[in-house]
């Protein structure tokens, strides 16, 4: 799908088809009165802040699942995603956590288990990654009147944002059906990478023309991505290979009420969610969704907990073999299957105009997609980077992306990638149904006027700080995908030799059958 890029300082609606069958109308903002006194909470007055931060907490009156959407400078964080065995470390999730619980949005009882409040996010992301679109639903305590006159929930974000650190921000807060479900829901996640011109070729002295045909031939490299796709290279193939216990199986059927939800949660997210999140670390290490020591070895699964035991053992292994970097199976290996849940779908994968921020040229990667996987993104942008400075053959893409191939790739820098927007539909109802809440997260031009203002006075000053190409993290990596990126001759050869044999007898059986 071709479509011309836009600026990252225009506003997402412009990216977005409306929906002239469905509205969501509302009046000039009236405050509920328990919080006028904290609507300025949110000025950017760090005197303000401090008179206004240490107000009671909100009196609830029920509890509601509400949905609210964040943008976060991830700079400081070691992702989105609260870490389950080991809370003391810097998420986003957990700042967010913590706020909601001192604005009196969460009761004393549930703080520190969000399985509690059923907690659940559109995206996850990686360490270092940035974000203006993650939508995040939970059950939350709520005011009276919270929503009078105040439609998107300014009030309650503003006093809840008195509690964040000024790299986190809520934009707005709306009610939510108990059926919404983020992850699910969510079909199109729109991400933007800004890459320093410099590192695709572009030197500051170029004229017009030798910039835009370097431009051209980025975009005609990064078009390729574009489809559906076997994105095995471009990921931890693993990750999206394990099966957790089947519904059927004794061992679902042996489990609590709670320890299915986990199960149920944990092979969600490893299935069909939008995973460029940081694959160190507890919480996303390669085995930490199929051990869950925590509730398994408490119902004496032995023989589930000794498999994925052996099954790390045999990954150590092979991290310490001679290192293959491009490869063939000619046969099936049962150990290293390619299945549906490789596959993705990218709309939109482009090169926009030449910007400039802070003396920094740079372009902006726009890459779209249904999901993606751990690092996909990344290895998409480096291995395109590769090919651009000729250190990866054009070829590599069609090699890369075909079901048989085993390649190893680069994986670019994560403090220039940004979550710019998503889009919802019912998947379960005909029509591509959204949510009115959902249009109105994604459309309001008074949430999207709050989202670009944090990108130009918080986001952007922090992420410009890494399109210096001589500077962190671009000059190392150069350096690294340099040394490290080539491929043998050999490798390559027999990769391609294979492809041609395999494509003629696909090509062969399939016109035999029409």
């Not at 949110?42 to 964040?70: D, H, I, Y």
């Not at 913590?98 to 990686?126: P, Y």
């Not at 503003?158 to 969510?186: G, M, T």
């Not at 290996?333 to 939109?348: N, P, V």
Request: proline share 5%; charged share 25%; hydrophobic share 35%.
């Amino acid at each position: 799908m071709k479509m011309a890029l836009s600026s990252l300082r225009l506003p997402l609606s412009l990216w977005l088809p409306k929906h002239p069958n469905q509205s969501f109308h509302f009046s000039n903002p009236k405050l509920p009165s328990r919080l006028n006194l904290i609507y300025c909470c949110s000025s950017s007055s760090a005197t303000a802040q401090q008179t206004l931060t240490r107000t009671e907490k909100w009196q609830s009156v029920r509890k509601k699942k509400v949905v609210l959407r964040v943008g976060y400078v991830g700079t400081d964080y070691r992702g989105l995603q609260m870490q389950r065995d080991d809370p003391s470390i810097s998420t986003i999730e957990k700042e967010l956590e913590t706020a909601i619980f001192k604005a009196g949005g969460i009761r004393e009882s549930n703080f520190g288990n969000l399985n509690k409040i059923a907690w659940a996010r559109s995206s996850r992301t990686d360490k270092g990654v940035h974000s203006l679109a993650t939508m995040i639903s939970l059950k939350m305590e709520i005011p009276e009147n919270a929503w009078d006159g105040d439609p998107y929930g300014i009030a309650l974000v503003n006093h809840i944002n008195c509690y964040l650190p000024h790299n986190i921000k809520i934009f707005s807060v709306v009610p939510a059906q108990r059926s919404f479900d983020p992850r699910k829901e969510c079909n199109l996640r729109m991400y933007s990478y800004l890459l320093p011109a410099d590192v695709i070729g572009i030197k500051s002295h170029f004229s017009t023309a030798e910039i835009d045909d370097h431009i051209a031939d980025f975009n005609d490299i990064l078009n390729a991505f574009e489809g559906e796709h076997p994105f095995h290279n471009y990921t931890v193939r693993s990750k999206y290979r394990k099966k957790l216990p089947g519904k059927k199986s004794p061992i679902y059927r042996n489990m609590s009420k709670t320890e299915r939800s986990t199960v149920e949660a944990s092979a969600s997210e490893l299935e069909g969610s939008d995973d460029e999140d940081e694959f160190e670390g507890e919480n996303t290490s390669e085995t930490e969704v199929l051990n869950q020591n925590s509730f398994l070895s408490s119902n004496g699964n032995e023989n589930l907990l000794k498999a994925c035991k052996k099954q790390e053992d045999v990954l150590k292994e092979k991290s310490t073999d001679s290192v293959i970097r491009a490869k063939w199976l000619y046969e099936p290996d049962e150990s290293d299957r390619i299945g549906a849940s490789h596959f993705r779908k990218i709309f939109r994968c482009s090169c926009g105009k030449l910007e400039k921020s802070l003396a920094h040229e740079y372009v902006e990667l726009s890459i779209w997609g249904e999901s993606f996987m751990l690092h996909q993104i990344r290895k998409m942008v480096g291995t395109a980077v590769a090919i651009k400075c000729k250190l990866l053959p054009r070829d590599i893409l069609t090699l890369s992306l075909a079901k048989f191939s085993r390649i190893i790739l680069p994986l670019a820098p994560s403090e220039v990638l940004i979550l710019r927007g998503n889009r919802f539909s019912i998947r379960e109802r005909p029509g591509n149904v959204t949510r009115p809440e959902m249009i109105a997260m994604v459309e309001s031009e008074e949430i999207i006027k709050q989202v670009d203002e944090f990108f130009t006075s918080v986001m952007l000053p922090q992420v410009a700080k890494f399109l210096e190409p001589s500077g962190y993290p671009w000059q190392e990596w150069i350096k690294n995908l340099d040394r490290n990126t080539g491929i043998p001759d050999i490798e390559l050869d027999e990769v391609r030799n294979a492809w041609k044999v395999w494509k003629e007898r696909f090509e062969s059986d399939a016109s035999i059958l029409k």
